[in-house]
């Protein structure tokens, strides 16, 4: 069966250094893969699209790879702030589903002064 | 433009009862799904609609239904309650026209069935 997989640990960093959350998949050929931001309580929120022909895409302080024979994505902040403190979810569309994303549980990433 | 709202924020129902949420997509959007997202499982998919019309459906008991209206709104509806379904329910609407489009989400409603 199609499986996404976080890291489920919270990765705790300083103020200044780059996070960098991991997003494996397997059994999914996507086209392309979402990452998210949630904060408590709130809905996710969008923040950077990366297709298969990608290899790597920016913005601003982000930064998304995208490595199709690993199945795997990684997403970067760099020079991270405490206000990123936040719950990320990659998500890939779901084949044959439309609109569907599936989503996986997220990593939970804490940034201290 | 207006984001995704939904319907309440906050409820609280006894088992046993029923319960309908609402969702109004962003002007345009033709496409809204629906998600259950519990702290042990993440993010679940419900059903999505388009254009009035069940085009996908996850996994999870009959009790959970939805539908959507001609005004693009949609509502889902679940039956016969239980603890379990206790969760922030989220919907998101989408842009149809593009298939790597992004999905844009409500603030959710948080549902406790006591």
């Known amino acids: 069966s199609q499986k996404i997989e976080q890291n489920s640990e919270a990765l705790n960093i300083q103020e200044g250094k780059t996070a960098t959350l991991t997003c494996n998949y397997t059994n999914y050929s996507p086209a392309y893969l979402q990452w998210y931001r949630q904060d408590p309580g709130r809905g996710p929120v969008f923040l950077l699209l990366?297709?298969?022909?990608?290899k790597e895409k920016r913005k601003e302080r982000l930064k998304v790879t995208f490595d199709t024979t690993l199945k795997q994505s990684l997403f970067h902040i760099t020079a991270s702030q405490p206000a990123d403190s936040a719950t990320y979810l990659c998500?890939?569309?779901?084949?044959?589903?439309?609109?569907?994303?599936?989503f996986g549980k997220g990593t939970m990433l804490l940034v201290s002064p | 433009k207006a984001g995704v709202t939904q319907t309440p924020r906050y409820l609280i129902k006894t088992r046993g009862q029923q319960v309908t949420l609402s969702c109004s997509p962003i002007?345009?959007?033709?496409?809204v799904s629906w998600y259950q997202q519990t702290p042990g499982q993440g993010l679940q998919f419900l059903f999505e609609?388009?254009?009035?019309?069940?085009?996908n459906k996850g996994n999870f008991p009959g009790r959970f239904s939805g539908r959507q209206f001609s005004n693009s709104r949609s509502e889902m509806n679940v039956s016969t309650l239980e603890l379990g379904d206790s969760a922030l329910y989220l919907c998101a609407s989408s842009h149809p026209g593009q298939r790597s489009t992004e999905a844009f989400f409500g603030q959710g409603t948080r549902l406790t069935v006591v």
């Open positions: 002007s345009g959007h033709r496409s």
């Open positions: 990366i297709r298969e022909n990608e």
């Open positions: 609609y388009f254009s009035e019309t069940q085009r």
């Open positions: 998500a890939l569309r779901y084949e044959g589903g439309y609109s569907t994303l599936t």
